[in-house]
């Protein structure tokens, strides 16, 4: 993509665009890349919200597609300079099979990847995730660690294990010669937890709270820290790096790159708290109210009743085995490859994240404040 600041001319694609990160890597290009000319939105289900981004100056084309479904990737990846593939299941709370799972994540991916070969489109940035790495199944913390921190990343959850097998089928595809003859160049960036406007967990916890009179209820220690990262930065960094990927082909093909800012480190429960706390919710106890081996016996419940009950009705609650876990497992990054190999800070300080997640919370019908 030769730099060129006379005219727009650069096609890019999202796929995944009307979801939750998808949309704010959406709206971010449109703010920050003036090198577009066209955007196509990619998507199993099209938002309504994209009917009113179609009047500016850039086009705006709305792609309903299914990534698992390789000539409707193929058709939407044609013509496109630059693919950010976000589409997938983000599913640890049992409502996808594990076969449909690996379907949309690993097959999906792969589709995408065999697009850009077909039709020559030279650049692909895949959303991977902290989860490719851990926490692992034998819940090993991962405290402040780097991309070159070892760990023995093991899983067992159909997502983690989807997660991991795309971002080495991205990774692998670097330097694969396209339509054309010019090598494909990936690079794949793994956030931690994403936080902040349109965040259905937060949604959940928020709703959960209200339930029990604006109380939510300590499950894990204050103690066992989590990495969070507010979604404004993670889509600026897919900007970033979409937009450095030529430049640095040979630094940065090939690569992966934690997404972080400056969110403090906090349990999982603390750091939603800072949301839902000024939104009227709190938190009660200052350590967990069950002892873990009874958390574990309910997520273990929750999973049979589960099980029991999908022939009737999807019951996916917040707790289950695999999210305890999670929940229960120290897992941070530190780091700064990402400055270092193309430029990039956090376009939203702590606070600005802070104050956007809140005004968004409040937002929510029926705020407990
Ligand atoms: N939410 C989080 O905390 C984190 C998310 N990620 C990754 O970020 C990406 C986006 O995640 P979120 O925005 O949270 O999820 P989301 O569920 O809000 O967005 C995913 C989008 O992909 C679309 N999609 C699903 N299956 C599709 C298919 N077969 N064909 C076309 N589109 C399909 C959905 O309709 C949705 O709009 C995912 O790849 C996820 O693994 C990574 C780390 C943390
Ligand atoms: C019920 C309590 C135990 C409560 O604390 C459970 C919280 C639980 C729902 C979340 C705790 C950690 C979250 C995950 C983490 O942020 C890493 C993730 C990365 C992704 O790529 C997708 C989302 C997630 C798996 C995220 C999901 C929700 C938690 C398990």
């Given at each position: 993509m030769a730099e060129s600041a006379q005219v727009p001319k650069l096609v890019y694609l999202v796929t995944g665009g009307c979801g939750f990160l998808g949309e704010h890597i959406v709206r971010m290009l449109l703010e920050r890349e003036p090198r577009?000319?066209?955007?196509?939105?990619?998507?199993?289900?099209?938002?309504?919200?994209?009917?009113?981004?179609?009047?500016?100056?850039?086009?705006?084309?709305?792609?309903?597609?299914d990534v698992t479904q390789a000539h409707e990737v193929a058709?939407?990846?044609?013509?496109?300079?630059v693919v950010i593939h976000t589409a997938g299941l983000v599913?640890?709370?049992?409502?996808?099979?594990?076969?449909?799972?690996?379907?949309?994540?690993?097959?999906?991916?792969?589709?995408?990847?065999?697009a850009c070969i077909r039709t020559g489109t030279q650049f692909l940035i895949y959303t991977s995730s902290m989860e490719v790495v851990g926490p692992n199944v034998k819940g090993h913390p991962f405290y402040r660690g780097n991309e070159d921190t070892p760990y023995e990343a093991v899983h067992r959850h159909p997502y983690p294990c989807s997660k991991a097998l795309a971002e080495q089928l991205v990774l692998e595809a670097n330097g694969r010669k396209v339509n054309g003859g010019q090598p494909l160049v990936t690079c794949a960036l793994r956030p931690t937890g994403i936080y902040g406007e349109g965040h259905q967990v937060m949604r959940d916890f928020y709703n959960q709270g209200l339930?029990?009179?604006?109380?939510?209820?300590?499950?894990?220690?204050?103690?066992?820290?989590?990495?969070?990262?507010?979604?404004?930065?993670?889509?600026?960094m897919h900007v970033l790096v979409a937009r450095e990927l030529e430049q640095r082909a040979a630094l940065l093909g090939g690569q992966v790159y934690f997404c972080y800012d400056k969110s403090p480190y906090k349990s999982y429960e603390d750091f939603n708290?800072?949301?839902?706390?000024?939104?009227?919710?709190?938190?009660?106890?200052?350590?967990?109210?069950l002892p873990y081996w009874l958390l574990v016996l309910l997520a273990t419940l929750n999973a049979l009743l589960q099980w029991l009950l999908r022939p009737l009705v999807l019951y996916t609650p917040l707790l289950n085995p695999y999210t305890l876990a999670v929940a229960n497992t120290t897992f941070t990054v530190s780091t700064?490859?990402?400055?270092?190999?193309?430029?990039?800070?956090?376009?939203?300080?702590?606070?600005?994240?802070?104050?956007?997640?809140?005004?968004?919370?409040?937002?929510?019908?029926?705020?407990?404040?």
């Open positions: 577009l000319r066209e955007l196509r939105v990619f998507d199993l289900h099209l938002s309504p919200w994209l009917e009113e981004l179609k009047t500016g100056p850039v086009q705006v084309t709305a792609i309903q597609g058709a939407a990846v044609a013509g496109s300079h599913d640890v709370f049992g409502k996808a099979s594990p076969k449909t799972i690996h379907k949309v994540n690993v097959q999906g991916t792969q589709n995408v990847i065999e339930r029990f009179g604006g109380r939510l209820f300590r499950a894990i220690p204050a103690s066992v820290e989590h990495g969070r990262v507010y979604v404004g930065n993670v889509a600026w708290m800072e949301f839902l706390g000024p939104c009227g919710l709190r938190l009660i106890g200052t350590h967990p109210l700064n490859k990402a400055q270092r190999h193309f430029g990039y800070k956090p376009l939203f300080s702590w606070e600005e994240s802070k104050a956007r997640t809140i005004h968004w919370v409040q937002a929510l019908e029926g705020s407990a404040w």
